[in-house]
């Protein structure tokens, strides 16, 4: 268990309305809100959107919904409310003013003119010498008129921050120790449009809304001296830090929306992974399974036993690999423990979503599904594949289309398996999957001679259209007498 603080705890995630939320933002959610529920503490959702080039304005909702379902819920936020409202950056300007005059008057702030070209200039310059990149302090020192008469000049100033020869680039972090940082440039905090940057914003909002701990990713570490600087110029008590493992790609690159779909939280909505799965693999991948009583390793755990061991020290400061392929088993885990309504009910928006199913379904169709939910609860690793497997059940019999791979597989005698089977279930009286199977075992297996495989998968094809099926005498089951054999008639006069 973590050391309980002294002041209770708040914790925060502050994402930006860019584009569709990062699945990092549920990674460091969860780690947030683990650590705050296990202290009694409340978890902040701020949206920081002082990006305005880069603000769109569906984002927002997006972060609400994507988090909502992963139930990973918070105290106070923009549509909630809470005692430190405004829970938007770019609602607080009047807030962030006054901190920025004071550092001006002090001295620990100036304006700074230069045009983007000179800056790009400067930059360019720096790099042909193998120097290191960062402001010139043109500016510093001199006044608008002054600054005015010499080249790559702008009529609207940012202020920067004027760094100390002396500031300290070592801070302690919760999961990391002590930690080395490199020396800042004179960061710009007040951009030429009003707007703070990240900076600024990002200290005086975590002290006005008495945040006590900053857990963010570790590509914040460089940037954490120039914030520790800036509470302590302006007398405020610094939170405690964290800074979370990256997430990577299998190459160890950083997890990014624009190399891989995987790095948007929408797509695992999309793909069918379920949000109590997803939960549980961001877990893993900076966190140590639990344990059992005899102190095996245990993979599957919930929000709940997360957050009642958590720990700082256990977290893996090393950048976790993204694999997909563990999410898709840990899915198929969860898949399996879910009662057979609460599967079905999962499965109905991308039934709907993909046309097998109505938007309104009668009781009859939702009474199918429930029956073939059951057939294909162990066959899915995503909700999403349950359309292919599902599909075959509420197709008309004359527009079921045979897949090109399941009728490339058809032997010879395809056509002689068929006709024996509709025979054989013309004459079956109760239409149990028990005695189709009876059936067509003493008129296939036994009265052909065939091995099972052979026997059943022209049958297979006929019912499903599909190479790979639910079980064969069990789909037949649900889809009646009257289908089944207009399924088997119709493959056979197509051969």
């Not at 900076?286 to 102190?295: L, N, Q, S, T």
């Amino acid at each position: 268990m973590s050391e309980t603080p002294a002041r209770p705890v708040r914790t925060r995630v502050a994402p930006s309305p860019t584009g569709d939320p990062h699945v990092g933002t549920a990674y460091m959610s969860l780690f947030n809100l683990g650590f705050a529920r296990q202290q009694g503490g409340q978890f902040v959702l701020r949206i920081e959107d002082t990006d305005r080039a880069r603000f769109r304005e569906d984002s927002e909702q997006q972060v609400f919904d994507t988090l909502h379902w992963l139930g990973l819920t918070w105290d106070e936020g923009p549509d909630i409310g809470g005692p430190f409202a405004p829970y938007r950056q770019s609602e607080r300007l009047e807030t962030y003013q006054p901190y920025v005059d004071r550092l001006l008057a002090e001295g620990k702030a100036y304006f700074c003119w230069c045009s983007q070209e000179r800056l790009a200039e400067m930059r360019e310059a720096q790099q042909k010498a193998k120097q290191p990149t960062g402001y010139d302090r043109l500016c510093h020192g001199r006044t608008r008129e002054e600054r005015s008469a010499l080249p790559g000049f702008t009529e609207t100033p940012v202020v920067r921050m004027l760094i100390p020869d002396d500031v300290e680039l070592t801070f302690t972090d919760l999961i990391r120790g002590q930690v080395s940082a490199p020396r800042p440039d004179d960061q710009v905090i007040l951009k030429a449009d009003g707007f703070p940057t990240y900076h600024l914003a990002v200290v005086v909002d975590d002290h006005e809304m008495g945040i006590t701990h900053v857990v963010r990713g570790e590509e914040w570490i460089s940037s954490t001296p120039k914030h520790v600087l800036l509470y302590q110029w302006l007398g405020l008590e610094a939170p405690a830090f964290a800074h979370m493992p990256l997430l990577r790609n299998t190459d160890k690159s950083k997890i990014s929306k624009r190399k891989n779909p995987a790095a948007r939280l929408t797509w695992f909505q999309e793909q069918g992974y379920l949000p109590e799965a997803l939960v549980n693999f961001l877990a893993l991948l900076a966190y140590p399974p639990a344990h059992d009583a005899e102190g095996n390793e245990v993979e599957v755990f919930d929000f709940a036993d997360f957050s009642a061991r958590f720990d700082w020290s256990k977290v893996n400061p090393v950048g976790p690999i993204f694999d997909l392929k563990k999410l898709e088993w840990l899915n198929g885990v969860y898949i399996r423990e879910l009662a057979l309504d609460d599967l079905a009910g999962r499965l109905r928006p991308y039934l709907e979503r993909d046309g097998v199913l109505p938007a309104e379904p009668t009781a009859e169709q939702l009474e199918r599904l429930r029956a073939v939910t059951e057939l294909i609860q162990t066959r899915m690793a995503l909700l999403s594949e349950a359309t292919a497997l599902v599909a075959p059940f509420y197709a008309a019999d004359d527009a079921l289309e045979v897949a090109d791979d399941a009728r490339a597989q058809l032997k010879d005698d395809a056509g002689d398996v068929l006709d024996a089977g509709t025979k054989a279930l013309e004459a079956v009286g109760e239409w149990k999957a028990a005695d189709l199977e009876a059936a067509l075992r003493a008129a296939l297996v036994d009265g052909l001679g065939l091995k099972p495989k052979f026997a059943f998968g022209p049958l297979r094809t006929a019912v499903s259209g599909q190479r790979i099926s639910p079980p064969l005498f069990e789909s037949m089951e649900i889809l009646g007498r009257e289908s089944t054999l207009a399924r088997l008639r119709r493959l056979r006069a197509s051969l």
